[in-house]
C-alpha cells in the first residue's frame, strides 16, 4: 500500500480540491484511491488491509489542532508517510509554504512534493509564486496547479503529482 498524507498551509487552499484530482486521476488510470480523515489507528489499519493508493486529507494548516494536545502535524508525524503540502498564490503564501517546510523538517517528515494551487483573483503570479518556492524547497519537487473548473480531472498536473508519490 502506498500512502500519502495531503496537508496545506491554511483552509480553502485547495487540498480538497487536488484530493479530489488525483482521485479521479488514479480511477482513470485504473488504480483505486480511498480518501479516509479519521484517526491515527483508522489510518493504520487501513494502510494495512488495502493495496493501492491511500490519500489521507489533513483539516486546514499543519498547526491545526487535532484535539485539547496534539496538531495535525502531530497526526502526520505519527502516521510516518510521505507529504504533499498545498500551498496557495496569495501574496503571503511563501512565508507560509517556507514555514511549514521548516517546521515539518524538522519532524523529519518526507516532503513528497509541494503543489500550489492557484488562487483566485490574487496579486502573486503561479509562476513566480512556484519559482520562488521551489529556489528555497531544497530540492523537494514544487509543482504549480493553475485554477481549474470543478471536477476537472484532465490537467497534467494531477498526473506529475501522482507520479510522485506512487
Known sequence: ?????ITATGTDIGKTFL???????L???GGVAIVFQDVVEFCRRSMAGNHGM???????GIMVPFDDRRTVLDLMSVLRIPIIL???SYVGTISHT??????MARRNLDIAAVVVNE?????????????????FADAIDVVGIPRLAPGADDHGTFARVAGLIG
Not at 122 to 129: F, G, H, I, R
Open 54 to 60: 491511500l490519500l489521507i486529507e489533513g483539516v486546514g
Open 19 to 25: 484530493t479530489a484530482g488525483l482521485i479521479r486521476h
Open 1 to 5: 500500500m502506498t500512502a500519502v498524507f
Open 86 to 88: 498545498v500551498a496557495g
Open 98 to 103: 517556507l514555514s511549514a517546510l521548516e517546521v
Open 119 to 135: 488562487s483566485e483573483g490574487s496579486a502573486a503570479s503561479l509562476e513566480e509564486t512556484v519559482g520562488t518556492v521551489e529556489r
Open 27 to 29: 480511477r482513470g488510470a
